[in-house]
Each structure stands twice: as C-alpha cells, then as structure tokens.
C-alpha cells in the first residue's frame, strides 16, 4: 500500500466494541500477527468476536492504509500497526518470524517511475524479503536448529 500515512489517527468507520479490541491487540502485538492469533487472544481477553469479524476488520484496515501486511511461507496474511510516518517493507525470518523494517526508498521510487511512465494512478506493491536471522542462523550451527518444521512457528 504505497504512500499511506496513517499515525494513530483511527480508522473512517465506527468503531465498535470488537473493532476496537481488535485494534488494541494489534498496537500491544510486539511483531506481526495472524487473524487467526488476534482472534486467540481476543477470545483469551474475555472479547466475544467471531473470526469473520476479526479478517473483516483487518481487510478494511488493510484497505484504508492502517497496517502492513507480510505473508508467511504458507501464504498466511500478517499483520502489524502501520507506522505514522507510512508503510514500510520488512525483511522476515521464516524460521522464528522475526521482523525488521528496511530502507527500500529505491522500492518507492521505481514504484512512482512505473506510475508516471504507464499513466496508473493509485499503483500499491508488495515486496516481501525473507531470510534467517542472526540467532537462529547461530542455533543452526550451535546443532540447536530447532525451527526446521515451518508449520509449528506459525501455530
């Protein structure tokens, strides 16, 4: 989603009592998280709200430029509060799910280049960087490579 800046102001709709909560969990979150974990803590906090309601709101946060959004190995969709300075590209560990944001301005820049070359209005990218962290790539070499089923770190 090129070029949204959002802060913390809140989303155009009303926000409801499930919405909000499902705000809250995503801005306590410490990385990127699934529809799927939001609406596990969610029901763990006590907040009655049904799964559907949990990809809705993430769906219309997503379209209205309020988060960022990775896919895992398995195609999952995750999700984190979008910085008030814009989107940002992450660089993801696909063994621990570890993430850090990179510099991709050269990403922006050929993104409005092939806008105004090709006359599109609204164009939005995703470029999705994985890799394997500095500590698990030690874990590995230490023997203690204890990430090798993908399907676990996800669950």
């Known amino acids: 989603m090129h070029g949204s800046s959002t802060g913390e102001r809140l989303p155009d709709w009303r926000l409801t009592r499930q919405r909000h909560a ?3 969990i995503l801005r306590d979150s410490p990385g990127f998280i699934s529809a799927r974990e939001l609406h596990e803590a969610l029901t763990a906090g006590g907040t009655a709200v049904g799964l559907t309601t949990v990809y809705r709101t993430l769906r219309t946060l997503e379209r209205d430029g ?5 896919r895992e190995k ?6 984190r509060p979008r910085p008030a300075d814009g989107h940002r590209h992450y660089l993801v560990c696909c063994r621990c799910g570890l993430s850090r944001a990179v510099d991709a301005e050269a990403v922006e820049r050929w993104t409005d280049d092939v806008a105004a070359d090709t006359g599109f209005a609204q164009v939005e990218h995703t470029v999705e960087l ?3 962290c500095d500590q698990c790539q030690e874990k590995s070499t230490l023997g203690n490579d204890f990430h090798n089923d993908q399907t676990e770190i996800w669950s």
């Open 22 to 24: 499902v705000l809250r």
């Open 66 to 70: 309020h988060v960022d959004v990775v």
């Open 74 to 79: 398995s195609g999952e969709r995750l999700y």
């Open 130 to 132: 994985t890799g394997i």
